[in-house]
């Protein structure tokens, strides 16, 4: 049941063999007993940072740590964390400790971790240090805080997040005192960086639990986005929408594949709504220029939120186009790639079909129709000949165009744009020699405008 690999065995038994206690501990034996293989190893022991370190002397060790008791070792090439049995000290501002205390048992190392389920090691003979029934909490399939969730949360309030990401992820249910003291304090998250609070969002969305997780921690999800907080109950007043936005979202972000980029952009899709809301003399409900405002709204969160560039693009991007009408035409399509790029619209696919998700039978029906429509379009496009949507992809390139006699600068890159315009269109192929004819034609026609210019001059 526990398949300790040896490059871990190997750190295990050179600390064992020097007297001191040491144990894998936390994620690995958590992922063990429910069947998972654990990502990495971690171990706790009773020997201090500098014993660990002569322990290892003359193995390669990452010191990232040591502040916190916390060395790593690489052992048959791979890291192993070992940390040494602590506490926490005080923590004054709700994030880390001002101090840790190293200890000498384990049971009180254990007691500082952060849910029963992240609170188990492994012992000598195989069996389960478990003092806080993480056991009977995996089998029930429940996050819990390992004591008072109170005063857990007020130690170190990222913790409410990471009892979100493990319900997500493991699927589980929080606990109902966990998941009281959770919503209750969630005001202390606003004193934790950004960028944790956004690796810990990351996780909570990518989990298979994530739709769950969101409306269930509403009020925590819009203590870190509170432009979110306006779509809860907004009641769309439009035949074409059974639920409101906020539910709608909750449900899309389960529709969309579990990638960062696409399940932010369906968390953040509709996030434009509320602002560009009307309702025509029908009484029904619009909200034209959503996608705009939206896109914009969601650059401003994912800056906030310290979010890498790439992805930040990458959702306002496809937020961008979210509402538009799946291209049904090769030449709209064409369109579409030039300006998006092949890969987004793949994941546009993804945002559209994810985006119907929850919408009446009818609706679902006809929209499913036009986005399979598009599908079968783009595949067209995709295996024509003129299949090429950047300068890179020209079957003519930049050289080709100097040997014309073309300037070296800017004149080479028009040049080249003209072709792509055109292998677009649709109305050449993107195929060497027509290119090179085409090519010429555009050089002596620029050549005959100037002739021209400047004999009117
Ligand atoms: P993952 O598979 O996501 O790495 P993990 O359980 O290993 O899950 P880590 O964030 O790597 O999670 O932390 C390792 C262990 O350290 C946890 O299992 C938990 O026991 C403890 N821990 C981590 N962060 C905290 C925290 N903020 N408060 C209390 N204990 C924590
Ligand atoms: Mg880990």
């Not at 089998?139 to 319900?167: K, M, N, T």
């Not at 990638?259 to 509709?270: E, G, I, K, Y």
């Not at 401003?300 to 496809?318: F, G, Q, W």
């Amino acid at each position: 049941m526990f398949p300790i690999p040896p490059y871990v065995h190997t750190a295990l038994a050179a600390l064992r063999d020097a007297g001191y206690e040491a144990y894998p501990v936390g994620g690995c034996v958590r992922d063990c007993l429910m069947g998972v293989t654990p990502a990495d190893w971690d171990l706790c022991t009773s020997a201090l940072p500098e014993q660990v370190e002569a322990v290892f002397a003359g193995w390669r060790l990452v010191e990232t740590g040591v502040k916190h008791g916390t060395v790593t070792v690489i052992s048959e090439g791979r890291p192993v964390e070992i940390t040494t049995f602590r506490t926490d000290g005080t923590y004054r501002d709700h994030r880390r400790p001002d101090s840790v205390a190293f200890v000498s048992s384990l049971r009180e190392d254990l007691a500082r971790r952060d849910f029963t389920v992240n609170a188990m090691a492994l012992g000598l003979s195989g069996d389960v240090i478990d003092p806080f029934g993480g056991q009977a909490d995996l089998r029930a399939g429940l996050i819990r805080c390992v004591g008072d969730p109170d005063r857990r949360f007020s130690e170190d309030a990222l913790r409410i997040l990471r009892a979100l990401r493990f319900a997500s992820r493991l699927d589980f249910a929080v606990e109902e005192t966990t998941a009281a003291s959770a919503v209750e304090n969630r005001a202390l998250l606003d004193s934790i960086a950004r960028e944790r609070v956004f690796s810990e969002l990351k996780g909570i969305l990518t989990g298979p639990g994530a739709g769950r997780t969101l409306r269930e921690f509403a009020p925590v999800i819009f203590q870190i986005i509170p432009a979110l907080a306006a779509e809860a109950g907004f009641d769309q007043k439009n035949p074409h929408h059974i639920h409101d936005v906020w539910t709608h979202t909750t449900m899309a972000v389960d529709a969309a594949a579990r990638s960062p980029v696409l399940r932010l952009a369906m968390l953040l899709h509709d996030v434009g709504k509320p602002d560009t809301f009307f309702t025509d003399q029908d009484g029904v409900g619009h909200f034209y220029g959503h996608a705009a405002r939206g896109e914009a709204m969601a650059d401003d969160i994912l800056r906030r939120l310290r979010c890498d560039n790439d992805t930040r693009r990458r959702v306002c991007l496809l937020i961008h186009y979210h509402d538009i009408r799946p291209p049904q035409t090769e030449r709209a399509m064409r369109r579409l790639l030039a300006k998006a790029g092949r890969e987004a619209v793949g994941q546009l696919f993804q945002c559209w079909r994810a985006d119907s998700a929850d919408r009446s039978d009818a609706v679902r029906a006809e929209n499913r129709a036009v986005i399979d429509g598009a599908e079968a379009v783009l595949e067209t496009v995709l295996a024509g000949p003129s299949a090429c949507f950047d300068v890179k992809s020209l079957a003519v390139n930049g050289r080709d165009i100097l040997a014309m006699g073309v300037r070296p600068g800017p004149a080479v890159g028009r040049t080249l744009d003209a072709l792509l315009e055109r292998v677009m269109d649709g109305t050449a192929p993107n195929q060497r020699e027509p290119l090179m004819a085409l090519a010429a034609e555009i050089i002596n026609r620029k050549k005959t405008d100037k002739t021209h210019k400047t004999r009117e001059e």
